[in-house]
């Protein structure tokens, strides 16, 4: 059934390239749980034991806020088809902004995306996996496209404009510095 490691083995590599989506959770001390899909080929596993993963622009910046304050951080990936298998990546992550020294580097192992904002780095220190028997199979049929669209329509300063009015909090009041570190 379930097994640990102290990192990621290349054949749960292998598993993660494969996915096309995964979750991620983050909390602070005293703020919500914040449980988020991803997808958008916005994944990358460095070496055994980081993860990087480029996140795009949103309704929230929950992940942001909560990793400043609190790096712990979750990656589940689940096997929606083949062999059953649930897959959890545990460590500590921090925040990559565009004004960081490191972006430049870290963003140029991804296919841009319209609305980029922040990439996580994960310090992976446990990888889980569990059965998963209980996990349904489901087809991939495809990426959806409105996301790109609407960031393309806004552009960049109206990206910027959408991050002042709605991505500088958490829903607890927590701080992104998504203005500061990105414009």
């Not at 400043?68 to 990559?96: C, D, H, K, S, W």
């Not at 495809?142 to 806004?154: M, P, V």
Request: hydrophobic content about 35%; charged content about 25%; proline content about 5%.
């Amino acid at each position: 059934m379930g097994k640990k490691y102290s990192e990621i083995p290349d054949k749960l590599k292998q598993f993660i390239e494969h996915q096309k989506i995964f979750f991620v959770g983050t909390a602070t001390a005293d703020s919500r749980v914040n449980v988020s899909p991803k997808g958008m080929d916005s994944l990358r596993v460095l070496d055994a034991n980081r993860v990087i993963w480029l996140n795009v622009t949103g309704s929230g910046n929950e992940t942001s806020a909560h990793v400043q304050e609190n790096p712990r951080m979750t990656l589940m990936f689940a096997a929606f088809e083949g062999n059953p298998m649930i897959l959890r990546i545990y460590g500590n992550a921090r925040v990559i902004h565009k004004n960081d020294p490191d972006w430049k580097d870290k963003f140029a192992l991804f296919t841009p995306l319209p609305g980029a904002r922040q990439i996580f780095e994960l310090a992976v220190d446990l990888v889980q996996t569990s059965c998963g028997m209980g996990v349904p199979f489901y087809d991939y049929t495809g990426e959806r496209e409105q996301l790109n669209k609407w960031a393309n329509k806004k552009g960049e300063d109206g990206i910027k404009t959408y991050w002042k009015d709605a991505n500088q909090e958490s829903i607890d009041g927590k701080p992104t510095h998504i203005m500061e570190k990105n414009t």
